[in-house]
């Protein structure tokens, strides 16, 4: 079951529905078992526990900063933000920021207090919760490790990321739970934990819309509640079909015009000709992103309608496939991720 924290008027059910215990956090048993067994031995220990450095590392949406909140709140009870510091690690600069941080945590020691089993105790450590430590150089990463090495006895992180692949192994090796994932939360779970939602807010919504939103949402449950949100914003009864209407899928029509366009320009020998099919080409692709598409989302789509098209000649699935994973992973990096995908369709060959 999810608790509510503050007033879902004046938040989004994607924060006011955050899981405020350890076991609010649905979906990831394998994780949060373990948690709870750390906190249930810091509290005997006394002491620290020996409470390690932590990695969560999986998907967005599926509870990580949750986890960590939940997992503060368990250990040190309602005070728990005393010691506790979220920082992100967007960019390279980031740890400057995260040293001086680290440091003015570490001058001001650790305060505060806790109570377990009728008895005050003193909280052990600061915990620096470091999101998207993924985005952060090999070189600043190097740092981060020094830094938590040094403060180690102060402090520790709980890192978290998306893709735990761009971590060097010494910042890796230093955190529990490296080798563990968060994992995209099972559709079956995703909808019930939706309809408990409607259930709170009085939702006039069909199970078959909710299921449908269970699916789309691919394991994320910050994407489901806000698409419960907006799919909900209609006077009537909610269908699956309003859960369509404001889902970012291209439609299937939109998605065989472009591709089909695509296969014309490739096997098109007149320049003229190429020219205008280019120039179409370019002109649908601007249109899904003015309808808010981006380029990660327009190559995703195409990429699941072919996998999932019987129809489709195997020989445009593979021309398809063959190139998409480089396309997908520019678009993440690229600073316009709608040429990404232009020039990617441009590259197809018959
Ligand atoms: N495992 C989960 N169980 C319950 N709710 C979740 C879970 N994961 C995400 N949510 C919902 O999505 C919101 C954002 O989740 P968050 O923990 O910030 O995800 P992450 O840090 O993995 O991106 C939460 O406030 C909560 O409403
Ligand atoms: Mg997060």
Known sequence: MIT??????????????????????????????????????????????????????????????????????????DDWQANFMELNASDERSIQVIRTKVKDFARRGVIGQYLVNGQTRQIPFNVIFLDEC????????????????????????????NYPHKLIDPVKDRCAFSDTRFRPIAKEAVSEALTAVAEREG???????????GEVARGSMRKALNILFATTRVPMTATVDDVDEVVAELSPQARTRLLQTAFKAAGE?????YRELARRMDKQVESLAEAGFSGSDILDSVFRACADDSKMPVGIQRTIFSSIGDALHHASISQDDILTVKAWLRRLKV
């Open 203 to 213: 939702l006039d919504i069909h199970p078959e819309a909710i299921e449908r939103i």
């Open 269 to 273: 020998s007149d320049p003229a000709k």
């Open 134 to 161: 993924d985005n952060l150089t090999p070189d600043a990463q190097a740092s981060l490790r020094r830094i938590m090495e040094l403060h180690s006895k102060t402090t520790r992180f709980i890192l978290s990321c």
């Open 4 to 77: 509510v924290g503050q007033s879902p008027q004046t938040m989004l059910w994607a924060e006011s529905y955050r899981p405020q215990t350890l076991d609010d956090v649905i979906g990831q048993d394998h994780i949060i078992r373990r948690l709870k067994f750390m906190v249930q031995q810091l509290h005997e220990s006394g002491g620290d526990g020996g409470f390690p450095h932590l990695m969560f590392a999986g998907n967005a949406g599926t509870g990580k900063t949750s986890a960590a909140m939940a997992l503060m709140r368990s250990a040190f009870g």
